[in-house]
């Protein structure tokens, strides 16, 4: 199945707009206290990288990162949840905010809450730019959420499909494509 760029569903405007109100409220909630912000790879780069410069210098916030397997080339979740790249430091004790693209079935970050819940930090958060709530096969905990979305294969922004359009400004739908 081949796919094609369509249409925006989300314009720069609107989510720069979004990402700032979201990183202001995170400011509110963390003010005075360490953060660590864990950004999952590659998909929540972008949306880490504008985030973190809307929370405040009165929050001491630290940035690290995991990696880990998604969809591959594909654009159905198969569940398995492998970890490319582990944190660099220890969450023990600490309170941390899981920056994800999007929360689609859940399984990912389910999965990823409940490795980090075992490393025993003080508080753990998520913070999603997209949610696809009516996919959810397992319940998440999303405290931080840009957009709720529709059930439609999106790009842009960090989202990827077989890792192209990652570098978009905006979030755009895909329309599947006959193969020629
Ligand atoms: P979940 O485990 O089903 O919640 O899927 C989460 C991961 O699937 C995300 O971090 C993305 O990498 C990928 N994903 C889910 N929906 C989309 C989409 O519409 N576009 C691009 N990637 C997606």
Redesign the pocket.
């Known amino acids: 199945m081949n796919f094609k760029l369509s249409g925006e569903l989300i314009t720069s405007d609107e989510i720069q707009k979004r990402v700032a109100e979201l990183g202001e409220e995170i400011g509110r909630d963390y003010c005075g206290k360490d953060l660590v912000v864990v950004g ?1 790879l590659k ?2 780069i972008i949306f880490m990288a504008y985030l973190v410069r809307h929370i405040p210098p009165t929050v001491n916030a630290t940035l690290d990162f995991m990696a ?1 397997s ?2 591959g080339d594909s ?1 159905k ?1 198969n ?1 398995i ?1 492998k970890i490319v790249k582990d944190l660099d430091g220890s969450v023990k004790d600490k309170n941390v905010l899981v920056v ?12 990823l809450l409940k490795l980090m819940q075992e490393r025993q930090p003080e508080s753990v958060r998520v913070c999603a730019l ?1 949610d ?1 709530e009516e ?3 397992v319940p ?1 905990d999303v405290t931080y959420r840009g957009f709720l ?1 529709p059930d ?4 842009g922004y960090g ?3 077989a890792g192209k359009w990652r570098n978009l400004p905006a979030v755009h739908y ?1 329309e599947q494509q006959r193969e020629q």
């Not at 994800?100 to 999965?111: A, F, K, P, R, W």
């Not at 439609?152 to 790009?155: A, D, E, G, I, N």
């Open positions: 999952i998909g929540a880990v998604s969809y654009t979740t569940g949840v994800e693209d999007i929360v689609d079935t859940g399984l990912t970050l389910s999965y997209l696809k996919r959810r096969k998440v979305i439609k294969f999106v790009v989202l990827d499909y895909v």
